[in-house]
T-cell receptor, first 114, second 109 residues
Framework: EAQVTQNPRYLITVTGKKLTVTCSQN?????MSWYRQDPGLGLRQIYYSMNVEVTDKGDVPEGYKVSRKEKRNFPLILESPSPNQTSLYFC?????????????FGDGTRLSIL | EDKVVQSPLSLVVHEGDTVTLNCSYEVTNFRSLLWYKQEKKAPTFLFMLTSSGIEKKSGRLSSILDKKELFSILNITATQTGDSAIYLC?????????WGAGTKLIIKP
């Protein structure tokens, strides 16, 4: 089954404690992306990657890091989380030929930073 | 600056009503406009529109794009309580999706 898998689904942690949210897709997609969703603001892109070892900043990259060492994985790293990073996070993937193929989303990770 | 604006931000109607949701955009290098429905979890894909004037239809939902006036509408006829959700519009530009804030639709029985 084609899917994007995020872990963990929920996490409550404290300010400054490094954390990683994993994202894996099984569709051999070139393009992967991280979004955060906050009430009234829609989805905002954090980082995206068009292929292995190619990553670019989205609209709100501050405080986040990513890596793309393998095509299927695109982890999101918060080196020193702060309360303003409390949010709902989505990973998504798609083929680069996006005229005909929409993005596939993971189920989301709800992060609470205390 | 690229932007996507959805209206209304929220809407409450009764079951059986017809609703029209709006999405206007200003982006460079437009490639496509997408509509998604979001209930409790991840957004689920509804429509992708790339050409003006061609209606996309799926059951009671339909959507159309106007590339001259830079907007799209999503229509839902004979609404049901299961249509209650946030409806998101996104525009693809330069390998990024620019998202609107969404329209929260509540259908009362």
């Amino acid at each position: 089954e084609a899917q994007v898998t995020q872990n963990p689904r929920y996490l409550i942690t404290v300010t400054g404690k490094k954390l990683t949210v994993t994202c894996s897709q099984n569709m051999n997609h070139e393009y992967m992306s991280w979004y955060r969703q906050d009430p009234g603001l829609g989805l905002r892109q954090i980082y995206y990657s068009m292929n292995v070892e190619v990553t670019d900043k989205g609209d709100v990259p501050e405080g986040y890091k990513v890596s793309r060492k393998e095509k299927r994985n695109f982890p999101l790293i918060l080196e020193s989380p702060s309360p303003n990073q409390t949010s709902l996070y989505f990973c998504a993937s798609s083929s680069l030929d996006r005229v005909t193929q929409p993005q596939h989303f993971g189920d989301g990770t709800r992060l609470s930073i205390l | 600056e690229d932007k996507v604006v959805q209206s209304p931000l929220s809407l409450v109607v009764h079951e059986g009503d017809t609703v029209t949701l709006n999405c206007s955009y200003e982006v460079t290098n437009f490639r496509s406009l997408l509509w998604y429905k979001q209930e409790k979890k991840a957004p689920t894909f509804l429509f992708m529109l790339t050409s003006s004037g061609i209606e996309k239809k799926s059951g009671r939902l339909s959507s159309i794009l106007d590339k001259k006036e830079l907007f799209s509408i999503l229509n839902i006829t004979a609404t049901q309580t299961g249509d209650s959700a946030i409806y998101l519009c996104a525009v693809e530009s330069n390998y990024q999706l620019i998202w609107g804030a969404g329209t929260k639709l509540i259908i009362k029985p």
